[in-house]
T-cell receptor, first 110, second 116 residues
């Protein structure tokens, strides 16, 4: 059973600081990982995808993937109150479905 | 920007009734998915659909569930005889078949199903 694990939080970060969200997974046959943002009662919204080891930057967001350690992270720089949401880590393990973690609830404190 | 749409946004039904949830995937996408999220729980995969047939399904997707692409744009999820435990948010997603972004799935806004 392929699992994706996240700390459910809540994680509180002051406005303007860096928020760091982490995710681990149980299967070495990993293909790609995705970070989605989910506001309460809404659908997952894609933020970043990452397929290979290393860092990938997009604006204020940086995704990091370490396949040897089976670890994925998302950094949010210059955190804004609008970043307050639940962040879902999801993996594609060689089949067609996404396996989601439980999500980390992030609160940005003004 | 193209997006996945879903109807209805909310559906209330009696236990044992049939419901059909509808989705219009992004127009050039070829892979379609249904996921569900019970309140307070993680997003769970139900089924994937490609080339007019189911390509993968989870244990949740039992004989009470079916999917169909009745025309060139719609993708539906039918629950034949709803149970209380089917109450959840149901998300449709689609992805592009081409290149390294094949696995990137875009989600619709969801249908909140409440079974009484």
């Amino acid at each position: 059973q392929k699992e994706v694990e996240q700390n459910s939080g809540p994680l509180s970060v002051p406005e303007g600081a860096i928020a760091s969200l982490n995710c681990t997974y149980s299967d070495r046959v990993s293909q790609s990982f995705f970070w989605y943002r989910q506001y309460s009662g809404k659908s997952p919204e894609l933020i970043m995808s990452i397929y290979s080891n290393g860092d990938k930057e997009d604006g204020r967001f940086t995704a990091q993937l370490n396949k040897a350690s089976q670890y994925v992270s998302l950094l949010i720089r210059d955190s804004q109150p609008s970043d307050s949401a639940t962040y879902l880590c999801a993996g594609n393990f060689g089949n067609e479905k996404l396996t989601f973690g439980t999500g980390t609830r992030l609160t940005i404190i003004p | 920007e193209p997006e996945v749409t879903q109807t209805p946004s909310h559906q209330v039904t009696q236990m044992g009734q049939e419901v059909i949830l509808r989705c219009v995937p992004i127009s050039n996408h070829l892979y379609f998915y249904w996921y569900r999220q019970i309140l307070g729980q993680k997003v769970e995969f139900l089924v994937s659909f490609y080339n007019n047939e189911i390509s993968e399904k989870s244990e949740i997707f039992d004989d009470q569930f079916s999917v169909e692409r009745p025309d060139g744009s719609n993708f539906t999820l039918k629950i034949r005889s709803t149970k209380l435990e089917d109450s959840a948010m149901y998300f449709c997603a689609s992805s592009d078949a081409a290149g390294p972004t094949k696995e990137t799935q875009y989600f619709g806004p969801g249908t909140r199903l409440l079974v009484l």
